[in-house]
């Protein structure tokens, strides 16, 4: 790294304490890495906004239940988790009722619309 220090760049990206014991682990790292940038969580109201996007760019809709159950569990994420502020948690959510919609599309023995099949309801999210 020292050879190389004015043409290389290197990210590291982490939860803070995490970070924090990782460059404490050598007495020479701290120094290697002299810039520290930290992002707050997302808020409950970003993190559906992405998940919105993420949805609108799969050419997803949420229903109405599951637009409630999707706020729901992220709320109930950040009462639960120190870290449950990030878009990989809503990215892993979104992936998830696209593939349960799938399954409880196949289950199904008639025509499906368009809609149908761009639709994730308030089930897909694991919701009754």
Same mark, same amino acid.
């Given at each position: 790294?020292?050879?190389?220090?004015?043409?290389?760049?290197?990210?590291?990206?982490?939860?803070?304490?995490?970070?924090?014991?990782?460059?404490?682990?050598?007495?020479?790292?701290?120094?290697?890495?002299?810039?520290?940038?930290?992002?707050?969580?997302?808020?409950?109201?970003?993190?559906?906004?992405?998940?919105?996007?993420?949805?609108?760019? /799969?050419?997803?809709?949420?229903?109405?239940?599951?637009?409630?159950?999707? /706020?729901?569990?992220?709320?109930?994420?950040?009462?639960?988790?120190?870290?449950?502020?990030?878009?990989?948690?809503?990215?892993?959510?979104?992936? /998830?009722?696209?593939?349960?919609?799938?399954? /409880?599309?196949?289950?199904?023995?008639?025509?499906?619309?368009?809609?149908?099949?761009?639709?994730?309801?308030?089930?897909?999210?694991?919701?009754?």
């Amino acid at each position: 790294m020292e050879d190389y220090r004015d043409s290389l760049i290197l990210i590291l990206a982490g939860y803070q304490d995490e970070m924090d014991w990782f460059v404490e682990t050598n007495p020479g790292l701290r120094s290697r890495f002299p810039i520290h940038i930290s992002f707050p969580d997302y808020s409950n109201r970003e993190l559906l906004a992405i998940a919105d996007l993420m949805l609108q760019q /799969r050419q997803y809709v949420l229903s109405g239940g599951a637009r409630d159950e999707l /706020r729901f569990f992220i709320e109930k994420e950040h009462k639960l988790h120190e870290h449950s502020g990030n878009a990989r948690m809503v990215r892993n959510l979104i992936e /998830r009722a696209i593939r349960r919609q799938a399954v /409880r599309l196949m289950k199904k023995n008639c025509e499906l619309s368009r809609v149908d099949l761009m639709s994730i309801v308030r089930e897909d999210l694991g919701g009754n």
